[in-house]
């Protein structure tokens, strides 16, 4: 008598119940599990991602520097700012301007600043530009400034001082320029060759290096490296190309990795430095202020 009741027999199939299918299932369900926990477990390349250092967030000090006074009322109340996060400062002088009445101006500030520590100078500039991050202290910041306002009504010069205390770390750099020669002389072809390093995980294998000499001179960079080109000038269809000038499209730099470029500067009669500098991405690259521009070695030359 067959059951048709809740009570009823349940029938087994064969082919689950037969020992290979046990055995498979049995198998199926360790990889199941297998993946489970190696899908909980960050990879290694997370590992080692995470345990990277992270980056200062940018960010800017700003003291009261002093207040500059004039004929008529005129009056400029001078702060200098220094923008820290990276492996270059950037100093600043903003300006609250005005004179007696109902006129609200907007202030334009220039000069030059100077860096001192320990009565030791740091670093100097043109207001506003950066240099290179000196690291953690107290630092002294003296400005030259020219305070001129718009509409035209402020017009004032003077010096201005503040005294700020720099807390973040000095970052490590994460690349490096190396040239085997550091001398140029007239009537001479010369070859260097640049070594350009990335020390750092963080961001990619690319790079632009650019040698410039002095546009004014007769040097000349040329080099049969297929990734350097000499830069065009003038309007399109213009194929003038600058010829005291070499600029390297590098997409290979791995740490342990450094790239080489041979360059030949060929020297008539006018001697001329030839600096190098190289532009690089860093990680969150479709941020616009997350590259970096390195300073790499300048060649003198000797007459």
Do not use: F
Not at 10 to 27: G, N
């Amino acid at each position: 008598m067959t059951g048709t009741g809740p009570v009823a027999a349940v029938q087994e199939d064969p082919v689950l119940t037969s020992p290979t299918s046990r055995r498979t299932l049995a198998a199926l369900a360790v990889l199941a599990a297998a993946e489970v926990a190696l899908l909980g477990q960050p990879s290694a390349e997370a590992v080692h991602r995470s345990a990277a250092p992270p980056v200062p967030a940018p960010a800017t000090l700003c003291s009261d520097a002093g207040i500059l006074k004039g004929e008529g009322g005129q009056r400029a109340s001078v702060s200098l700012c220094v923008g820290t996060g990276g492996p270059n400062i950037s100093v600043s002088a903003p300006a609250r301007c005005g004179r007696p009445g109902t006129v609200k101006y907007t202030c334009l500030t220039s000069g030059t600043w100077t860096v001192r520590r320990d009565g030791q100078t740091i670093a100097t500039g043109p207001l506003p530009s950066g240099k290179e991050y000196p690291g953690p202290g107290t630092y002294d910041i003296s400005g030259s400034v020219h305070v001129r306002s718009s509409p035209a009504g402020v017009d004032l010069r003077g010096e201005v001082h503040a005294t700020l205390t720099l807390t973040e770390p000095k970052t490590s750099p994460t690349h490096r320029i190396e040239v085997d020669r550091s001398v140029l002389r007239p009537h001479s072809v010369t070859a260097l060759t640049y070594t350009v390093a990335r020390d750092s995980d963080r961001g990619d294998g690319s790079a632009r290096l650019g040698l410039i000499a002095e546009e004014s001179s007769d040097v000349e960079l040329t080099t049969s490296d297929p990734r350097c080109v000499n830069p065009l000038t003038g309007r399109y269809p213009s194929t003038t190309r600058s010829g005291h000038a070499l600029d390297c499209a590098l997409t290979d730099l791995q740490p342990g990795r450094p790239s080489t470029v041979v360059v030949q500067v060929s020297v008539q009669d006018t001697c001329s430095t030839v600096v190098s500098k190289a532009g690089y991405w860093m990680p969150q690259g479709q941020t616009v202020l997350t590259g970096g521009m390195l300073v790499g070695p300048t060649v003198t030359c000797e007459e």
